[in-house]
């Protein structure tokens, strides 16, 4: 069964930083794009990164306009982890994010439908 959980969130002040893990377990997630999405309140579930398989021990990482220089996106194949370092946090960053998970050469993948596992999510909450 898979089964991805995710860590690391918590209540910070605007300008903070974080860094949020997901650990996949079931499956080796080595050939798939993880990725990060978060959802606030009253508001659509949004792409945040993704962490894509390109070849052997390469991938692709892309980032939604509003994270673009202050998050990073990265992976331990090893470990079968994803993590996404938030810099300079600002308080629309508060959401619930879901690290999420594809099937196998799903390619780069950045829309919430291509993924096929997610996680229940971890709060992220960002003071002014």
């Known amino acids: 069964q898979v089964q991805l959980v995710e860590s690391g969130g918590g209540l910070v002040q605007a300008g903070d930083s974080l860094r949020l893990s997901c650990a996949a377990s079931?499956?080796?997630?080595?050939?798939?794009?993880m990725g990060w999405f978060r959802q606030a309140p009253g508001k659509e579930r949004e792409f945040v990164a993704a962490?894509?398989?390109?070849?052997?021990?390469?991938?692709?990482?892309d980032y939604a306009d509003s994270v673009k220089g202050r998050f990073t996106i990265s992976r331990e194949t090893v470990k079968n982890r994803v993590y996404l370092q938030m810099n300079s946090l600002k308080p629309e960053d508060t959401a619930v994010y879901y690290c999420?998970?594809?099937?196998?050469?799903?390619?780069?993948?950045?829309?919430?439908?291509?993924?096929?596992?997610w996680g229940q999510g971890t709060q992220v909450t960002v003071s002014s």
């Open positions: 962490h894509s398989w390109k070849d052997d021990n390469i991938y692709y990482a």
């Open positions: 079931g499956r080796t997630f080595r050939n798939a794009a």
């Open positions: 999420a998970a594809s099937r196998p050469y799903s390619g780069r993948v950045v829309v919430d439908y291509a993924y096929e596992y």
